[in-house]
């Protein structure tokens, strides 16, 4: 398969407790994002990556949420002291450079 | 403010028909790029068509096309033929140029809910 995966496809946690989820992007593809989406609602960008490098962080990303790239391969998206409204699907996309590619999502509910 | 507007959060059409999802967005810049994508119940965000700004045709793809009139600064998805998988969710999105505090990214609306009646 070499599309965009996400890990875990679920995740349930009780409030007060740190997350992370996984994305590994098609291998190829230099730029990385990430996005949120709540019920109801479109995508929400995050962050950016082009290579290792984040480019730009949105403010909707608090400072309990950090995000890493590391060699320019995989990213990370941790969600430290989780609240009840951090429960929402994460969507990690990467792209050469047009379109976007995306993976199936990490659902998050916080208990 | 609103870059991205959708203004039906849900359509209904007959198997085999064709329907129209309407979107309309706001920017100033002359360089940008039109997106449709679809998102089925499994939640995987799938890319159908894009359409660059200064295409002078309307881009198609398969059953999928994108009726853009640049001066109303719309962008509406037809598809032909509706087929009962095309039930999902369709987003149309936006890829404005950098600009000096903001790299380039894709911005999505908020979202048309298709179901297609057999």
């Known amino acids: 398969d070499t599309g965009v995966s996400q890990d875990p496809r679920h995740k349930i946690t009780k409030r007060g407790q740190n997350v992370t989820f996984r994305c590994d992007p098609i291998?190829?593809?230099?730029?990385l994002y990430w996005y949120r989406q709540t019920l109801g609602q479109g995508p929400e960008f995050l962050t950016y990556?082009?290579?290792?490098?984040?480019?730009?962080k949105s403010r909707l990303l608090s400072d309990r949420f950090s995000a890493e790239r590391p060699k320019g391969s995989f990213s990370t998206l941790e969600i430290q002291r989780t609240e009840q409204g951090d429960s929402a699907m994460y969507l990690c996309?990467?792209?050469?450079?047009?379109?976007?590619?995306f993976g199936s999502g990490t659902r998050l509910t916080v208990v | 403010a609103q870059k991205i507007t959708q203004t039906q959060p849900g359509m209904f059409v007959q198997e085999k028909e064709a329907v129209t999802l309407d979107c309309t967005y706001d920017?100033?810049?002359?360089?940008?790029?039109l997106f449709w994508y679809k998102q089925p119940s499994s939640g995987e965000m799938i890319f159908l068509i894009y359409q660059g700004s200064y295409d002078e045709q309307n881009a198609t793809e398969g059953r999928y096309s994108l009726n853009f009139q640049k001066a109303r600064k719309s962008a509406n998805l037809v598809i032909s033929a509706s087929q009962l998988g095309d039930s999902a969710m369709y987003f149309c999105a936006m890829r404005e140029p950098p600009t000096k505090t903001s790299y380039d990214k894709v911005i999505f609306g908020p979202g048309t809910s298709l179901s297609v009646i057999p």
């Open positions: 990556f082009q290579n290792e490098a984040q480019l730009e």
């Open positions: 996309a990467s792209s050469p450079g047009l379109a976007y590619t």
């Open positions: 920017t100033s810049d002359q360089s940008y790029g």
């Open positions: 291998s190829e593809h230099n730029r």
